[in-house]
């Protein structure tokens, strides 16, 4: 599919970039100081609400862990502006939607998470939500 | 030609002249965007590039694209007494949220560039630049009519713009400042007594280059620079964000204090 393919091109290019850089270049609102950029995690779960705010969406989900025990889950998405030219309404996710997410998780081990454009990903009921903003040229520095 | 302080934002007839003309280019903004209200991946007709004319909508990417250039210059011993205090959390490996702009303080200048991944609109009359900024929903004048700054004035969170072309650049000068707000989100305190001078380079249609100069002998032993590399939108509308205390104290809570939870407590 045309989405997927350009995120995958994107996303490598955005990996390399950011190895490039190093996060020490960039000052975010608030940084990600806080997340293991090193490494993602991918979990399936189950949406308990889309907070459309900012600084930040905040996507709420449900997901079992290891033990086969539910764990509530809190992950970083960009800006309402940011996910609306990236395709995003405020009713893209619902609570009850199954979700397959790919994000960074924090270094202490807060079940919260950061999701990236580049080497982000979410999908649900077999659609990819994109968080790249039509229109947006750089495949660098993201 | 000379103005006296007194007159510093203009005349009733300058300022409603200058008003309609915004209003005007205001209007046909919207009336071009109206056209091209079409899905964003519509292929758009490419603007034309015209010198002097930076009007539109510029996007600088993540954090909106503010960076140091090269290093920092060395602090002052004043400039390092301030930056350690703004920075405490750093020593407990803590995310930095004593940032003003976190409490929807003012950010300032060069600040303002570098919350979220917001973009900047720039409007044009003969006689002012305005600046909108979309992160706060606020906006600043450049004054392009040769007026100098007022003195003894209250120092200011935006402070006094002037500008002028230098060849197809756009120069401004900018003094005038409180000593309220950071320079970025790392910490970078300045005094009153900082100068900014800002270069906007439109190197083609699509493309706008910004070099910030950061001179403020009272902080810092040398100037030193910040960037940002813009990216027109012509497809994007200008959208409406506010800094919203709760919004920012709910993130606090639910996010930063989470994240940090395992960390010691600033000192």
Redesign the interface.
């Known amino acids: 599919m045309h989405i997927t393919t350009k995120t995958t091109v994107l996303a490598c290019c955005a990996v390399a970039a950011l190895i490039a850089i190093g996060p020490g270049?960039?000052?975010?609102?608030?940084?990600s100081?806080?997340?293991d950029m090193s490494k993602s995690l991918t979990l399936d779960g189950t949406v308990t609400s889309l907070d459309w705010?900012?600084?930040?969406c905040?996507l709420h989900f449900d997901a079992k862990d290891d033990k086969g025990e539910l764990q509530h889950w809190?992950i970083?998405l960009?800006?309402?502006?940011?996910m609306?030219?990236a395709g995003w309404t405020r009713t893209s996710l619902k609570a009850g939607d199954p979700i397959n997410i790919t994000f960074h998780g924090?270094?202490?081990?807060?079940?919260?998470g950061y999701i990236r454009?580049g080497d982000g990903k979410l999908t649900s009921k077999g659609k990819e939500l994109a968080f790249h903003?039509?229109?947006?040229?750089?495949t660098t520095?993201? | 030609m000379p103005r006296k302080n007194a007159h510093a934002f203009g005349s009733f007839r300058e300022r409603t002249i200058g008003l309609t003309a915004l209003l005007i280019a205001l209007a046909s903004a919207v009336s071009m965007r109206a056209q091209a209200s079409a899905p964003?991946?519509t292929a758009t007709t490419e603007p034309a590039l015209r010198p002097r004319d930076l009007t539109g909508l510029w996007?600088g990417?993540?954090?909106?694209?503010?960076?140091?250039k090269g290093t920092v210059a060395p602090l002052t011993p004043e400039g390092q007494t301030r930056f350690n205090a703004n920075t405490a959390e750093l020593k407990s490996?803590r995310?930095?949220?004593a940032?003003p702009?976190?409490r929807c303080e003012p950010p300032g200048l060069p600040h303002i560039y570098?919350?979220?991944?917001?973009?900047i609109e720039f409007m044009q009359t003969p006689a002012r630049i305005v600046i909108f900024y979309?992160s706060i929903h606020t906006f600043r004048t450049i004054w392009m009519d040769g007026r100098k700054p007022p003195q003894d004035a209250d120092p200011m969170w935006m402070g006094f713009s002037v500008g002028h072309w230098d060849g197809n650049d756009l120069v401004v000068d900018t003094t005038g400042f409180n000593d309220k707000t950071w320079l970025?989100?790392?910490g970078y305190p300045h005094s009153e007594a900082l100068h900014i001078i800002e270069r906007f380079h439109r190197a083609d249609v699509?493309h706008m280059q910004l070099d910030i100069t950061i001179d403020d002998p009272k902080s810092y032993t040398q100037p030193w620079h910040m960037g940002i590399?813009f990216?027109l939108?012509?497809?994007?509308e200008f959208?409406?964000?506010?800094?919203?205390p709760t919004?920012?104290e709910?993130?606090k809570s639910?996010?930063?204090e989470?994240?940090?939870?395992?960390?010691p407590a600033p000192k």
Not at chain 2, 61 to 68: A, C, D, E, F
Not at chain 2, 114 to 119: D, E, P, T
Not at chain 2, 258 to 263: E, I, L, P, V
Request: hydrophobic fraction near 30%; glycine fraction near 12%; charged fraction near 20%.
């Open positions: 270049a960039m000052f975010a609102h608030h940084g100081a806080a997340y705010n900012n600084p930040h905040l809190t970083e960009y800006n309402p502006l940011w609306t030219r924090t270094k202490s081990g807060a079940p919260n454009d903003q039509a229109g947006d040229e750089r520095e993201r | 964003a991946q996007f990417g993540v954090g909106g694209g503010l960076r140091v490996d995310t930095i949220s940032d702009t976190f570098g919350i979220g991944g917001y973009s979309e970025n989100g790392a699509k590399n990216t939108q012509p497809t994007w959208g409406e964000s506010f800094c919203i919004n920012q709910n993130f639910e996010i930063i989470q994240n940090d939870k395992d960390k």
